[in-house]
């Protein structure tokens, strides 16, 4: 019975000694120790994203010692991804469902809808209308956060839509160097001169395997430049048939098929993003509709495919209107990343304080010098290091004349059908027929009630 | 009696951690996923706060979607044409390279073998640098022309991809196969003066057949699975016409977040399976003879 007793008697002090450790370290880890952890996009990203993590790694050390003065012991840990738009979306969704996500993400405006809707991503609008550098921030780069009347990110680097073009290339076929097309039809025949001039060039308009990546370039610019609407704000409904999609249409059959002046093989290829910056670096492309992010990490020194000399070879025009009455000179698209925080994040507070850090002015002025992007910015002009690099001060002017595509839970399923679109062109189907599928695509998909047609 | 049962007793449970391990990764999550194609279920968007059991619905709503009937067929059409290329010509390549000589034989052991020893994402890379329209090595050969292969003929280029990826593993199971066959078959055939064709009816098919049934399974299950070429090919395009089940599958579930319907057409996939090569399985019957039967005897021809 002794024996007993002593046994109970021992094992009762084990247990006891065993809950007192581990409420220490409870408590201990929830008073004084955080860990934020980031999921961001690895060093192959390169551009902005690079700007962006470098950033990240020079802030830590002084935000570690400010909340160690509060008594906080913060660490940082990343989880970082390769720049794969598609499997990131994949990842983060996972993540997120498995109550697995870091506390602080980098992602894409279109994702934000379908994260916001399931509860995964932190409401930032109190905060940052507590923030006073919030009012530094242009419109543009609010737009890419905002969902339902509600912000719930920090943009840390623009772009906009833009024709890439070779200085040099055009100077020999009989162009002026610093080129600006008034309207989408100038593009076409600054086309054909360049074809006249190089028979084998390619000039790519819209890649098509890389979600949001072709309606970014391509075809939502066009139906807005000839001024229709891809969503009705008011209606809440989206439009699946009209003919200013059309007239989209039209512009993209004479470009593939009528004046072909490229081959549909370009976007078709498993990688047309790194075809089509190839083809620009090695002479066998002269101009191609793209975003202002690719000069970092395609053609600067440590790009993928460096141009000799960046800065009389290279040049970016903004994507024009159709020309018509009554329609903008300018419609490109901008688009950003964005930093969120996790909603299910433990110190959202210190993940904000953090964010605050990353996002102040000096800081994105050299996010945007070093990593040739738009500032979010107003006041990153004010900054010396934003001077240094012409690019992202001469093309700032371009996010005056764009917009920012609609950020909705069902654009994935748009974006794949206007990539349908492109395809049913380079098919040579026509432009009738490519509307035709796409607005029974959009019936079949989203249903009668969520589309409507303009005449 | 008592002893017996006892005996079973004790058996049944020294199995019961594997039986126990066994519903842990096979059966549990087999239930999980049926029971997750009868629901709305979401990894994101609004859906993923409002699940609701759905039962039949999404069975329904797949075999009333156009984009599911094109990929079953495409799925069908890729599984059987690779399949039978596969085995036809690894059979060939086998019976020919037998004849050459070692060092001849070894240097297209190598070349065969090439797309099945190295990882899949290393034989896509080389596979898109073969066939890419600008720079691939095809493109920069003056004596071909060059061909869109990633969009005119994308079907044949993920075919070409898979039939390169797989015919290693089963060239040298034939090539293992006909050298297990004795000697004094090819000698009778020889003396018979058969010739290549004959010789295949009469010496390797009865030899090799249970060989060449579990390439065909094996096969079939592989090009129905098929997945990471494609996608990383032609990502299902251009305009679906690569889509397979696999594919679409993961679009619902990992793009469009739908998992419930994206399971429900992995289950109809895992039925095609079961419904395609059940009965084939089981009407060629391969390992219907009992051990040291004869594998079959030489068949005279006249």
Redesign the interface.
Known sequence: MNKIRKYLIVSFAIVITLAAFFAYLFFYNANSSVTIKILMYDQTSGGEINAAYNNMIDSMPGFKEKMAVSGVNVSFAFDLIPPDD?AA??KK??D??NNQAADILIMNPPEL???V????VYDLTEKLRDWPDWANYTDSAKATVLYKNRYYGLPIGMYASAISYRKDLFEEAGLPSEWQPKNVSEIISAAMILKQRFPDMEMPVGC??E?FSSTIETVLPLIWGYGGEIYNQTSNKWIAKSPQILEAAEWLDEVYNIKSIS????P????PWS?CV??FAEN?CAMFMCTTSLESWAWGPEGEFPLQDLRNQLGYAAFPGSGLPGTPAFSGMSDAYILVINNHCKNPTIAWDFLKLLNSGEKVAKISESGSVLSPRSDSIYYTNYSSNPFPKELRWFLNYTRIYPIN?EY??VDELLQ?LI??I??NLGPQKALDNFYSGMR?RLGDSKIEIWQ | MKRLRKKTATGTLFQLPSYLILSLIVFLPSFWAIFMSMTNYAIAGANYNNLQFTFLSNYFRLFTDPEFGNSLLITLEFAIITTAVEVSLSLILAIVIRGLNRILQYLYYVVILAGTILPLSVSIYMFINVFHFKYGILAQTSFIPAVDWFSSYAFLTVILCEIWVNIGWIFFLYVTSIDGVPLQYFELAELDSLDLIQKIKNVYFPQIKGVIIVTLLFGLINGLQSFMIIMSLTNGGPRNLTEVISLFAYKQAFKLFDFGYGTTANMILFLLIVVLLVPLNRSINPFGRKGGEPRGEYQETV
Do not use: K
């Not at chain 1, 081959?263 to 370009?266: A, G, I, N, T, Y």
């Not at chain 1, 078709?268 to 990688?271: E, G, H, M, Y």
């Open positions: 598609d979306r994949t969704a996972l997120f469902s809808a379908e994260f809707e399931a509860g995964y098509v395997h979600i081959l549909s093989s370009v078709r290829n498993p990688n075809t190839r083809m066998d839970e994935p399923i349908h395809e049913d380079l098919d079949n």
